[in-house]
């Protein structure tokens, strides 16, 4: 069954789950369904750095058995990082087909300023579905406007549009008629750039 599944890595808020979950399925057309927790991250933090390493949260991610259909994203609300970075909001083996956000850095209260739960939701999605194309096997993309385009900061995930460019919807509607998603004289039909500009209306 073509599936994502979303799994806190730590105490998300199911809110925050159900309100991605629910968006996501419209996105992608198909199931989500949200897993139990993971134990908590201790073994990805690093303590001089004060943040968690994504790429041993990816590693504990792929030790959850998948079927050959399904995709997982760990959900986190720490603040993680790689090696070379300074932080990263997000990060996927498209090999193993799984992927970890995390939600720190993507609210407001993060940089002294009030909250704002639209904007909140906004960045989650865009970060999510970012991500979980690199599981389709799309990589970062040069259009800054492409929901694939690389965030190296909060202002560019908030520029970048809710969107695929052109180039990048070909390659992910491909693969989706490679996996047996959707028949290619279906292309024309598939409603993955109507859902997300409806649901980033709506946000």
């Known amino acids: 069954m073509n599936r994502i599944r979303l799994i806190p890595v730590d105490n998300t808020e199911a809110g925050v789950l159900e309100n991605l ?28 750095r004060q943040q968690y390493l994504s790429t041993a949260i990816l590693s504990r991610l792929q030790k959850v058995p998948l079927d050959k259909a399904e995709r997982l994203l760990g959900i986190v609300d720490l603040d993680l990082y790689i090696p070379d970075m300074n ?62 385009y690389f965030s190296s900061t909060i202002e560019d995930t908030d520029e970048k549009g809710p969107l695929f460019c052109e180039q990048c919807f070909k390659q992910l509607t491909e693969h989706k ?25 709506r946000r």
């Open 21 to 48: 979950r629910e968006d996501l399925a419209a996105a992608f057309e198909c199931e989500v369904v949200v897993d139990p927790p993971l134990e908590p991250p201790d073994y990805a933090h690093n303590s001089k």
């Open 87 to 148: 932080f990263v909001f997000g990060e996927a083996d498209t090999e193993e087909r799984v992927a970890v956000i995390s939600l720190c850095r993507l609210r407001q209260e993060y940089y002294g300023l009030p909250p704002d739960d639209r904007l909140f939701g906004l960045r989650t999605l865009k970060e999510a579905v970012h991500e979980l194309g690199h599981t389709y096997g799309l990589e970062h993309c040069p259009e800054p406007r492409c929901i694939m």
């Open 177 to 201: 008629e490679r996996g047996g998603w959707v028949e290619p004289e279906e292309r024309s039909g598939w409603g993955l750039l109507t859902a997300l500009r409806e649901i980033f209306k």
